[in-house]
């Protein structure tokens, strides 16, 4: 059974650089999920779409990251330029009536 | 202080113990409560999902809610080695399980 896939796993990138990580979700499933959980946290939830429209992003650090759904099926999530602060895993999920998935997340260190 | 206070662990227990996880809350609003589980380096993965005061089971886990006490618990029977993970709550105010605010999560091992 195919879930959401989630690319690159892990990522070490030097401070004040750029990264971007790609979202795969369950097909079919409208909703799109972008959380940032930080080691011992729960996770926090940056941004939702519905389809290809954001839904919430008011915890979204605007400034740094960015985050788009073309065609309502693949995401991507971006952040420009990086803090040291960033370094998390980036979990995308995907919901759909009755059903929510996590991907794997990307392991992001920000040194 | 958080909205979400989650007992830190972690906890370890024999093969066959109960095991009691906990969480309280201050925000009265939240209506939906779930219990995730987390592997090591995997995303979480819902558990179980409930609305309101009360009891629900599902196989060996039973998940309460008292609202009164804004308090939650998650209770395994006849733990397993491979019930060891990471278990998070998580609080909504509304069917949008997404924007759920989570605890920070205990870690269990349960040993053979």
Not at chain 1, 88 to 99: K, Q, T
Not at chain 2, 19 to 44: D, E, H, I
Not at chain 2, 55 to 77: P, W
Request: charge should be neutral; charged fraction near 20%; proline fraction near 6%.
């Amino acid at each position: 059974e195919a879930g959401v896939a989630q690319s690159p796993r892990y990522k070490i990138i030097e401070k004040r650089q750029s990264v971007a990580f790609w979202c795969n979700p369950i097909s079919g499933h409208a909703t799109l999920y972008w959380y940032q959980q930080i080691l011992g946290q729960g996770p926090k939830l940056l941004i939702q779409f519905q389809n290809n429209g954001v839904v919430d992003d008011s915890q979204l650090p605007k400034d740094r990251f960015s985050a788009e759904r073309l065609k309502g099926v693949d995401s991507t999530l971006k952040i420009q330029p990086a803090k040291l602060e960033d370094s998390a895993v980036y979990l995308c999920a995907s919901s759909g009536p009755g059903e929510q998935y996590f991907g794997p997340g990307t392991r992001l260190t920000v040194t | 202080q958080k909205e979400v206070e989650q007992d830190p662990g972690p906890l370890s227990v024999p093969e066959g113990a109960i095991v009691s996880l906990n969480c309280t809350y201050s925000n009265s609003a939240f209506q939906y409560f779930m219990w995730y589980r987390q592997y090591s380096r995997k995303g979480p993965e819902l558990l179980m999902y409930t609305y309101s005061s009360g009891n629900k089971e599902d196989g060996r886990f039973t998940a309460q809610v008292d609202k009164s006490s804004k308090y939650i618990s998650l209770f395994i029977r006849d733990s397993q080695p491979s019930d060891s993970a990471t278990y998070l709550c998580a609080m909504s105010y509304n069917t949008n399980a997404g924007k759920s605010t989570f605890g920070d999560g205990t870690t269990l091992t349960v040993k053979p």
